[in-house]
């Protein structure tokens, strides 16, 4: 080898070097820049070893309705929860294409709210504007022809298709907002296996129209996605449930999810369950504070529900002695007794208290508080009977909290009571409300 | 297709690629062909115009060379500036014109209608047409021979690093280097993708982020007045600096790893301790080419003290029309030429001053003074470049001298006009890195020659810090308008 031969092969070496550091250096900034609600929801999907039985797909109400550890816990089916904010059955279609590729369940259970809201609205075809929500279902996925093609269907726009591509194109100017879980995400990862808990109470959520059985055309691109979805699963041979959540609903979603009985009539592998009109939630105690999606206490009904469904009509195997489920139920029983201890209002312990994992002794010191009905429903609904003391202590409630898993008493909690007003036997304020109103009258004064 | 666009990421390194393939004999016509496919990415049509500057002036140049009598060849050579200054003029001129006879008949009482008249003005067409005009000049001189390639003539007049925005360049530096005779070399090859890194830098992490600020203070000046101007007017001064130089270099840089080299836009303007050393090293393409086809053709300053303040006072009210048909940009130039002036005519008394009162013009303090002056009063000047209208810039000095709120610069109120504190800081960090860096190319030390004797690994350490560094720091991607440089409107 001459002497220009050995000075050029060291420069193309120091070239495809240079490319090479570039490349990971790239990788690593766009990793750290990018937003991580993408890695904080599936990393423990994509990494992880556990097989997935059920997919869990749709908008946030199946996201926040369907708890897959409690699904495990009471009925062994192992689950993965891939619902997001606004998630339509276009994304859903590719979202399910892009996981099959790791594991292949054998039913996918779709939340079927999306089915007609979506169509025609965002400035995507099949999309909302919520991009953050999409970079959550997309972003973590890699470079292939799967997300080529979904990102190509899914958005108009050259500039937003790029973004999804390559997130460092949309997040490359968020250097001034990282923060710890930007450095630290693994410590952060979802422990509810793509589920999200939703915390807090409410009062009363909104009425759902009178129930009728008028059907509706169900004609959109979103139908035909989510078609597409039950053919693609009919020749991977996976089972589909489509469900319609319960939650405070208006006159179109009824009838939509009345029109989809017929649809499951069409196909060989798909079910369907209208849940709107089984009276599983209860307004007072279920919702959160935006009156629409469902909290703790909402969940669990809602998943115990699908769980009795699932176990009595398909044949999916038990998972309750799997290892690597018995090592997501510690960092999942941590997770749910500090939810619960990070609690500040009596109402919210009483929604996670709902939860049988933990019980509570009660001790009342204020008459009022035994009359006030809101309260009352939200300890029946925890299944807590408190105790009337006649005595006056330092509080005017203590709860003595227990977690039933470790049978150790978990914290010792007290409350003043604020008030709350009646305003006739069917609407209950919150003592926020109340206090407001307060104000206002003395304001008026 | 903008320098900071994919498509350029895209389009050059193919350009390269394909350059140094192919036989040496065809090169000019693979770049000729990637500098029409490049300005026709704007506008397909107006390629016809950049074509019709080049055929007019190669034709006059050919014209001039087989000529006999002198009288022809000077004849051929005003035609010929003529008709190409006539394209520059419907173009650029024609629309503002007419409105000012509408106005002035207006004025008169007279009823007479002017036909309006609107085009959108074709990228680049100032620079070319100069370019243009220069080659045919300097075929008239003899200082150059007539190219009667024509191939190659119109890449002289299109070369695609330059073409929209400068340097322009000179025939007899450029002409000559499109043979395609040149090897790839590796060393110069980095030493030209340093070089487009650093006017990355300056476009898109300094210039567009400096942006942010003037535009919103601009916006608005009834809003933002007294030192929200004063910061606007002075950064202002600094974002022209780095977009049209950001500019400048990403061309070097270009054309450098081609094996072509361009001469260099900017030296250091803001290191400049008077108003005519900074125009020195400023758009030194433009200035140079004024002084060579005008001023020296004028007298320069061979015909006394009054006609050189003339002729300078000439130059600059050109310049300052030639960057755009508004009187702003004339007032702008004048501004700039009657400093010049003034600081000649004061030069004598200065010195005398100096020596009665025992200064020492060169020591550090005194410079530095007479930098932060020239800086400013560059700055001043600049409003009347920065504001739409002359009412605008009117009412801008207005507010600085009479709106008084330097708390503002304490309460966090800078940090609400589209840069948050993080990214003021980085752009005031951004300027000191370009302080220093103008420091040491003063000083002649050339940072990109200083990698490039470090190790390999070194270099390549810096390389992909800098990628990585423009790529997060920088302003671009979503929601970001990449309307382009500064300069491309002229």
Redesign the interface.
Known sequence: MNKNMSVNLK?IL?VL??LI??FF??RK?TML?EQKSSRIKYTDFIEGDTEYDCYLMGTSIMLNSVLPMELWKDYGISSYNFGSSNCTPAEDYYILKEAVRYKKPKLVVIDLMGVKEFNDIGNGKYMWTAVEAQHTQFDIFPFTDTKVEAVEDLFDIY??R??FLWS???F??R??ELEEQDFNYRNMLNVEKGALTNLGSFGKASESVIMDDIEVDLAGVNYDYFIKIVEFCEKQHIEVLGLYLPHPVEELNVRVANSLEKVAQKYDNLEYVNMLNMDIHDLYTDYTIDNLHPNMSGALKSTAYVGKYINENYDLADHREDPSWLLAEKKYLDFKRENLIKQEELEDYLVQLSDDDFTAKAVVYDERIINDKWLMRLFDNADIKPVFNEEKGSADIELEIRDETSGTVLENVSFVYEGRRLVNDELFLGYKEVKKEQEEQEKAH | MLFNSLQFIIFFPIVVIVYFIIPKKVRYIWLLISSYYFYMSWNAMYALLLFASTFITYIGALFIDIAQKDSIKKTVMILGCVLNLSILFVYKYAEYTLSLISKLLSNLNISAEVPAFSVLLPVGISFYTLQALGYLIDVYRKDIAVEKNFLKYALFVSFFPQLVAGPIERSGNLLKQLDGNTVFEFDRAREGFFLMLWGYFLKVVLADRIAIYVDKVYSDTNMYGGYYLIIAALLFSIQVYCDFGGYSTIAMGASMILGIKLMDNFNAPFLADSVSSLWRGWHISLTSWFRDYVYIPLGGSRKGKIRKYINIMIIFLTSGLWHGANLTFAIWGGLNGIYEVVGEVLKPVKEKAAKALGINGNNIGNRLVKMVITYSLFSFAAIFFRANSLTVALDVIKSIFTCYNPWILFDGSLYTLGLDSKNFNLMLMCIGLLIFADIQKKKGIKIREVLARQDYWCRIAVMVASICFILMFGIWGSGYDSAGFIYFQF
């Open positions: 420069r120091s070097v240079f550091i570039l250096a790239l900034c820049l500039e937003d790029n973004d460092f194109i949309m490359h100017n250097w001034n």
